[in-house]
């Protein structure tokens, strides 16, 4: 999807949205446009003498409910229209947490692959140079996405410092421990998901315990999950990575493929005691619980149909598609989205921003314990909205984040 077509479908959404909790007009133009929109044009020497421009973009939503908050993204098909989008998810995101941030995004056209890492330095470096006008501790405050890491949040923080003359290290979060990272981050979005559909399989009378997972995805989120998932006693049946799937009906060993076939050569397909199945094949595995935790739009009009799991807890960043939603909400299929079932990597990026603010560092268990109480929080919030509304749950997450923004807007008022 073009970035503007993303931006269209954000504003579509909360046009939709606003009319169902009859916000009015004025109010309603104010919370659908950024605040502040940054863009920027900067110039790297790279290690062979050669000069190349970059364009770079920091989007700040909405900041009524606190500063910002969003990740930075390094790819080539980045604009500002995209970012924008992802920027207004954020600010969703924060509110359906309930957690004190509004919403931020920022990123660059930029291949990462094609670069040293001294030239990736140097890159963000530059680029934390020019958004060093919008972004503070106090301000607004970037994470990883697409393309960096906490590498790249050491360097952000390190720039930032350097201007500063004194350590900075509430400006990211996504920072390695070492740097005043918190405990419990690399985990928290796959233990967020867990947590997620453990809570939202209540709907469906399923439990956890003994139901047939399939992930899609086996990094970050889509590993953590699979992992937790069998801790929970379920039974995961299919997993996949970018060269494919692994399915077995009675089950599969998810701590073997994790730690002996995952980022090894020939990868998770390696694994023996099971059947060899393609990605759109895995989507369409008889499961209860299917966690696409991969890539965006999975799940459209093509497939939405043979869909068989009863319900979809969404660990990637929109991988159904609207017309999909439509087609499976048709068929009564349960989808927790995305800025309520993968909350909890920002959710503990809030914590390690308040661990740096106050110079006092957390234990992993009280960090996974504060977790697990915000993501039923705000589960049960969203059902309760759900119910009382007699629509989705996706429509249901947006209306509570919706609602908190415009009321933290009115509360405020216009200045002057
Ligand atoms: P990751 O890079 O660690 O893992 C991605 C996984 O998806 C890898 O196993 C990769 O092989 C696999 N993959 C790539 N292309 C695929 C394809 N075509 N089919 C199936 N699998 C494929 O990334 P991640 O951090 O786990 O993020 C996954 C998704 O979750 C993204 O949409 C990301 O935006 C979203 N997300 C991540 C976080 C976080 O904290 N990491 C937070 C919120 C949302």
């Not at 959404?13 to 502040?36: F, M, T």
Request: charged share 25%; net charge neutral.
């Amino acid at each position: 999807m073009s970035g503007i077509k993303v931006l269209q479908t954000a504003q579509e959404q909360l046009k939709q949205v606003s009319e169902k909790l009859g916000i009015d007009e004025g109010l309603c133009k104010v919370i659908a446009l950024p605040k502040r929109q940054l863009r920027v044009n900067f110039p790297i020497i790279f290690d062979n003498g050669e000069l190349e421009v970059f364009e770079g973009y920091r989007v700040q939503h909405n900041s009524c409910r606190g500063p910002t908050k969003g990740g930075i993204r390094f790819h080539p098909d980045v604009d500002m229209e995209e970012t924008t989008a992802l920027a207004m998810w954020m600010t969703w995101k924060c509110a359906v947490a309930n957690i004190p941030y509004g919403g931020a995004k920022g990123s660059v056209k930029v291949d990462t692959k094609r670069f040293s890492k001294r030239e990736l330095e140097k890159i963000t470096r530059r680029f934390t140079n020019e958004i060093s006008i919008l972004i503070g501790e106090r301000e607004d405050i970037p994470a990883p996405d697409v393309g960096t890491n906490a590498q790249v949040m050491s360097w952000i923080m390190d720039t930032a410092s350097m201007q500063k003359g004194y350590t900075v290290p509430g400006i990211v979060t996504g920072k390695p421990i070492a740097l005043g990272g918190s405990e419990g981050r690399v985990e928290a979005t796959g233990r967020g998901v867990i947590v997620a559909a453990e809570e939202a399989a209540k709907e469906k009378n399923i439990s956890l315990h003994g139901a047939k997972v399939v992930v899609q995805g086996f990094g970050n989120v889509g590993g953590v999950a699979a992992k937790l998932a069998q801790d929970h006693g379920a039974t995961v049946v299919g997993v996949s990575d970018a060269r494919g799937g692994v399915y077995n009906p009675k089950g599969l060993d998810i701590y073997d493929l994790y730690y002996k076939y995952a980022g090894r050569d020939g990868g998770i397909q390696n694994y023996k005691d099971a059947e060899k199945v393609t990605n759109s094949e895995l989507l369409e595995l008889d499961c209860d619980i299917l966690i696409p935790a991969a890539l965006s739009n999975q799940i459209d009009e093509n497939n939405a149909d043979r869909i068989k799991a009863k319900m979809i807890v969404e660990g990637a960043n929109g991988p159904t598609t609207p017309s999909a939603d439509r087609i499976l909400n048709d068929k009564g299929v349960l989808i927790v989205p995305d800025i309520l079932a993968n909350s909890g990597g920002v959710v503990v990026s809030y914590f390690e921003w308040v661990q740096d603010l106050a110079h006092f560092f957390w234990e992993e268990n009280e960090v996974n314990n504060k977790l697990s109480r915000i993501m039923k929080q705000s589960l049960a919030g969203v059902v309760h909205m759900m119910h009382e509304h007699k629509c989705d749950m996706r429509t249901a997450a947006l209306m509570i984040a919706v609602h908190r923004v415009a009321e933290a807007t009115k509360l405020r008022g216009i200045f002057p």
